[in-house]
């Protein structure tokens, strides 16, 4: 039953596509996977397969995040813009300047 969960997983798969003559129903390897995460299940094989290859050294535990693993916050994705995206926008604008009176670019 974990290799149906980890093959759909790898896949990229909707359920109903996993191969029945490998793996059986579909239904079964989703109901368990829906229970395991529901109680917890995966999270403790998880956590003991951790605790084992950090014991033994296995683990780097050395990070590296980038702008491209950056997204926006939800509601920043629909902000509103003036002039359309960057990537079209106008050059600078021209606004009022307030202690002249004139225009400033």
């Not at 003559?21 to 390897?29: D, H, M, S, V, Y």
């Not at 683990?59 to 950056?70: E, G, H, K, M, P």
């Not at 902000?79 to 106008?90: E, K």
Request: one cysteine or more; a negative charge.
């Amino acid at each position: 039953m974990i290799e149906a969960i980890a093959w759909k997983y790898r896949t990229g798969a909707a359920w109903r596509e996993i191969p029945a003559e490998r793996f059986g129903p579909w239904q079964t390897a989703y109901e368990r996977q829906t229970r395991w995460s529901e109680d917890g299940t995966w999270a403790r094989l998880f956590a003991a397969a951790q605790a084992d290859a950090d014991a033994r050294g296995e683990l780097d535990w050395l990070v590296s995040a980038d702008s491209s693993l950056v997204r926006v916050h939800q509601h920043g994705a629909a902000a509103r813009r003036i002039g359309g995206n960057a990537a079209t926008a106008p050059g600078p604008v021209s606004c009022p300047d307030t202690l002249t009176g004139g225009l400033v670019e």
